[in-house]
């Protein structure tokens, strides 16, 4: 099990899914990567805990009931506060999560491969956030 270094904050990552047996996998594989993972079961519950939180990354399932991981995106890339957060889409169709949601930075498919998963966070996460709000130029 990796751990954060000495006095370096743990990563906080808000994981978004319908199915609560996904998200606290998920949570649990990212405090073994040394994460905090933050699981939350809609879409609504989950924009009011990335703005208390102000995470630094989301994972969000694509296909959920209501506000969908694509609106989800389309929210919090609308919000100047929340513009730089990496945002992952996880579905069992990736290419229609990745034709339907181009703002996400990346697509993990279900079932997940955590190897891939844990890659990903950890690029996404790694360093400054970037500035996506100056691409918008």
Do not use: Y
Request: hydrophobic share 45%.
């Amino acid at each position: 099990m990796r751990t954060p270094a000495r006095g370096r904050a743990r990563k906080r990552v808000v994981i978004v899914d319908d199915e609560m047996a996904v998200g606290n996998m998920l949570a649990a594989c990212c405090d073994m990567w040394g994460m905090e993972g933050i699981v939350t079961s809609t879409a609504i519950e989950a924009l009011g805990v990335i703005a208390e939180t102000i995470p630094d990354a989301i994972v969000t399932d694509f296909m959920m009931p209501g506000i969908n991981g694509h609106e989800l995106v389309r929210a919090v890339r609308g919000n100047r506060r929340f513009v730089d957060v990496p945002l992952i889409l996880m579905s069992a169709v990736p290419e229609a999560a990745a034709k339907d949601s181009p703002a996400a930075d990346a697509f993990l498919a279900k079932p997940l491969d955590l190897d891939e998963t844990e890659r990903v966070l950890r690029q996404l996460t790694a360093g400054e956030r970037r500035t996506r709000s100056r691409d918008r130029r």
